[in-house]
T-cell receptor
Framework: AQSVTQLDSQVPVFEEAPVELRCNYS??????LFWYVQYPNQGLQLLLK??????LVESINGFEAEFNKSQTSFHLRKPSVHISDTAEYFC?????????????FGTGTKLQVIP | NAGVTQTPKFQVLKTGQSMTLQCAQD?????MSWYRQDPGMGLRLIHY???????DQGEVPNGYNVSRSTTEDFPLRLLSAAPSQTSVYFC???????????????FGSGTRLTVV
């Protein structure tokens, strides 16, 4: 079985300040890791993913996440947030189980950017 | 390219009524799934399909039925609506079939269902 923990349900941060959204996972097999973003009244959109290779992955809008196998973490960071980053962010883990890739989502972290 | 299309966007049902939430994708994805999203609980998998004619239960399947007669469509049926089924429902698809992974999901815009 696999699980995902997002410890922070809400993270308020001032505009242009840095932010880190935490994600920890557990799995007995190797995993793929994802971050999704959900803007108000919309579906989830894939933000970035880690499959293999470099442990640091980046998105096109300035977010980055680092895969840390020893700490089983995949924290999302941005050095300077904008008002438009206000959204809910979901971490997800995908692991091979029963013949296909099973995906488990975290409970989400609401990022509130304060002007 | 429409992606994943869900209809309706909003629906109010009375307890005991039945209805079908529609989901269609035009990306020739093998994998399709239904999630419900409730505050503080993240996304919970209801049912999924790894190809036409193949469906299976997820984490919270009770009270819901699915079928997959074509690659494009994956409707979700509520058999007898209950207030506990008040939620936002998302359909998601992925190129992954059996044994494949790493693609991520494409989500629809959701159906907000209220059962009174």
């Amino acid at each position: 079985a696999q699980s995902v923990t997002q410890l922070d349900s809400q993270v308020p941060v001032f505009e242009e300040a840095p932010v880190e959204l935490r994600c920890n996972y557990s799995s007995s097999v190797s995993v793929y890791l994802f971050w999704y973003v959900q803007y108000p009244n919309q579906g989830l959109q894939l933000l970035l993913k880690y499959l293999s290779g470099s442990t640091l992955v980046e998105s096109i809008n300035g977010f980055e996440a680092e895969f840390n196998k020893s700490q089983t973490s995949f924290h999302l960071r941005k050095p300077s947030v904008h008002i438009s980053d206000t959204a809910e962010y979901f971490c997800a883990v995908s692991a091979y189980s029963g013949g296909y890739q099973k995906v488990t989502f975290g409970t989400g972290t609401k990022l509130q950017v304060i002007p | 390219n429409a992606g994943v299309t869900q209809t309706p966007k909003f629906q109010v049902l009375k307890t005991g009524q039945s209805m079908t939430l529609q989901c269609a994708q035009d990306m020739n994805h093998e994998y399709m799934s239904w999630y419900r999203q409730d505050p503080g609980m993240g996304l919970r998998l209801i049912h999924y399909s790894v190809g036409a004619g193949i469906t299976d239960q997820g984490e919270v399947p009770n009270g819901y039925n699915v079928s997959r007669s074509t690659t494009e469509d994956f409707p979700l049926r509520l058999l007898s609506a209950a207030p506990s089924q008040t939620s936002v429902y998302f359909c998601a698809s992925s190129p992954q079939g059996r044994g494949q992974g790493g693609y991520g999901y494409t989500f629809g815009s959701g159906t907000r269902l209220t059962v009174v």
